[in-house]
């Protein structure tokens, strides 16, 4: 009898607990006009996420909670709205939809295989991707940015996708109509190398039509790298073409540099143009190639590419960070202005759309929790600090402006 008492007493806790997990997920503050600029990040131990949001009102950082999970994995869709996925297990978790505009979330499924394909902020919509990789389907979901309710649009088995390598977050890209989709394969060999051969491969959604749009991307990677395993960065530039990394195999810098070739293609046509030769340094992967949905820009790596001007320019601009190098010490600069100089490295760092406002975030391992966040707000001289917690999790999400 005592034991079946025990038992009731275990499972009245558990119960508990989950109210008191969904409702802390689901009471996020409203972020007003005067509470702008502000910044979202995550802070915790190693164990525990803690999602904050924080402005500066010239005097005071002011923090508010807005979840708090094991693991938090948060992807920014528009100014002030965020998807939330708060996850219990490796299995088991709760995917939000946030508006910290109006201080509202929406539960939009128990789940922790919901991501972000592509979000279109001026058209206040965002096509989600529920992957279930084990019964080899990808479900697409709308999510209306005014309301957050969700559609489902469409249903792609992985069969429709022969060949497709690597990570769907890598290899995938939705067009922003949300009509196609582009996906690479390897085309050669279907061993990791450090030189490779790819296809990139269009698809029609409403027909499941597929058609070879590219027959030879080549990737190199370093051979630093563990895994072996390159993917072509590639990226729709408008609904009609995309734009993609070509690298030269026979080319190399001894073994850390490469010519990169940024080609962009016309899906109808499938007329190639070269837009830009850069040599680069090689990356342990294939690179990554996204749009900031917040202003539109293409973004390779640590850099914004301008394809009017046929250039690269560091995405932190007028931010710079100066990672420390033999003796010298690390530098973070606004301008010419020194915002850091010192021994700790920075782990991360986060520029707003508008470039006006910069997040931080270094690492001082001997220094308990180890990691630091600091916000320099517009309109201030100096950076404040804005949270601490250990290097993982501790990390800068986006800003609200």
């Known amino acids: 009898m005592k034991y079946t008492k025990y038992i009731a007493v275990l499972l009245v806790a558990a119960v508990i607990a989950g109210i008191f997990f969904a ?79 109006r201080g509202i979330a929406k539960l939009l499924a128990e789940s922790t295989r919901i991501h972000c394909l592509r979000a279109e902020p001026q058209r206040k919509t965002a096509m989600l991707m529920d992957s279930n990789m084990w019964e080899g389907v990808i479900r697409l979901l709308e999510l209306n940015l005014k309301n957050l309710t969700v559609t489902s649009r469409h249903t792609v088995r992985t069969e429709s996708l022969p060949g497709l390598t690597g990570t769907l977050d890598l290899s995938l890209r939705l067009s922003p109509d949300f009509k196609r989709i582009v996906y690479s394969f390897r085309a050669g060999r279907k061993v990791p190398e450090f030189s490779s051969g790819f296809k990139l491969r269009i698809i029609d959604l409403s027909t499941m039509k597929a058609e070879d749009l590219v027959s030879n991307v080549g990737v190199k990677i370093s051979p630093h790298s ?129 470039g006006k406002n910069f997040v931080y975030l270094l690492s001082q391992p001997k220094v308990p929790p180890g990691g630091f966040l600091y916000a320099k707000f517009e309109h201030e001289d100096k950076p404040v600090k804005v949270g601490e917690g250990t290097h993982w999790p501790t990390r800068p999400i986006g800003w609200i402006e």
């Open 23 to 101: 409702a802390e997920e689901l009471n996020p503050p409203m972020v007003a006009g005067n509470q702008r600029p502000a910044l979202v990040f995550i802070e915790g131990p190693a164990d525990k996420a803690n999602l904050y949001v924080a402005h500066f009102d010239g005097k005071t950082v002011h923090r508010e909670k807005i979840a708090s999970a094991k693991y938090l994995q948060v992807t920014q869709l528009d100014n002030a709205i965020f998807l939330v996925t708060a996850k219990r297990s490796s299995t088991k978790g709760s995917v939000y939809a946030i508006d910290l505009g």
């Open 226 to 354: 563990s895994i072996g395993l390159g993917i072509p960065p590639f990226e729709w530039i408008n609904n009609e073409e995309i734009i993609f990394k070509d690298m030269q195999s026979d080319e190399r810098d001894e073994t850390t540099n490469a010519i990169s070739i940024f080609k962009r293609v016309n899906i109808r046509t499938k007329e190639i143009s070269e837009c830009l030769w850069k040599r680069l340094p090689l990356t342990l992967d294939g690179g990554l190639l996204i749009t900031n949905p917040l202003n539109g820009r293409l973004i390779y790596n640590e850099y914004y590419l301008d394809l009017e001007k046929k250039r690269l320019i560091p995405k932190d601009l007028p931010f710079s960070v100066m990672p420390s190098l033999y003796a010298k010490p690390t530098k973070i600069l606004h301008g010419k202005d020194v915002l850091y100089s010192g021994k700790a490295s920075c782990a991360d760092s986060c520029i707003s759309a508008s």
